[in-house]
């Protein structure tokens, strides 16, 4: 969760009360493919389920950019130290990754609100298992941290390639 309002048990019986702030905005994207229809049997190479399932495993399998906004830092450097652990944030070999890995549970709090996300969540084609369909989408649940919105248009406009709108 990226909201605040609860008990979080931290461990070594520490208890935080996030609050919620800056979080990352919704982007629901419907990527859309056209190919050629066809019968299952007969060899197609402009296949929509090919391309938008293509489409789909690259966004899906994206590792975003770490960017972290100064509500984030601010969070993660407190809880840092909370948990006894100095988080030196503007060193340049500083590592996020690290230090959410010896953060425990903590990490949970902040963990999804260090970079933006795109993953797929439905697909949807054909009505029948010997027919190509002409059309295929995928829906994808994407989240852009603040400020991150023309990064997530960019690289997803990358990411779907030229077959997928």
């Known amino acids: 969760?990226?909201?605040?309002?609860?008990?979080?048990?931290?461990?070594?019986?520490?208890?935080?009360?996030?609050?919620?702030?800056?979080?990352?905005?919704?982007?629901?994207?419907?990527?859309?493919?056209?190919g050629r229809a066809g019968h299952g049997s007969k060899v197609n190479r402009d296949n929509a389920v090919t391309a938008v399932a293509a489409a789909a495993a690259r966004i899906g399998e994206y590792e975003w950019p770490i960017r972290l906004t100064p509500t984030v830092r601010s969070a993660i450097t407190e809880i840092a130290a909370l948990h006894g652990i100095t988080a030196d944030l503007d060193d340049p070999g500083f590592d996020v990754a690290q230090l959410l890995a010896k953060l425990g549970p903590a990490a949970t709090l902040v963990q999804n609100t260090i970079?933006?996300?795109?993953?797929?969540?439905?697909?949807?084609?054909?009505?029948?298992v010997n027919v190509i369909p002409g059309h295929a989408t995928a829906l994808i649940d994407g989240r852009t941290v603040p400020?991150?919105?023309?990064?997530?248009?960019?690289?997803?406009?990358?990411?779907?390639?030229?077959?997928v709108s």
Do not use: C, V
């Not at 400020?147 to 077959?163: A, S, V």
């Open 1 to 34: 969760s990226e909201s605040g309002a609860f008990t979080f048990h931290a461990g070594h019986g520490l208890s935080l009360y996030p609050i919620g702030a800056g979080e990352r905005g919704t982007a629901w994207l419907k990527l859309t493919a056209q």
């Open 115 to 128: 970079r933006n996300s795109s993953n797929p969540t439905m697909l949807d084609a054909g009505y029948k």
């Open 147 to 163: 400020g991150g919105d023309e990064e997530f248009r960019e690289t997803l406009d990358r990411l779907t390639g030229p077959l």
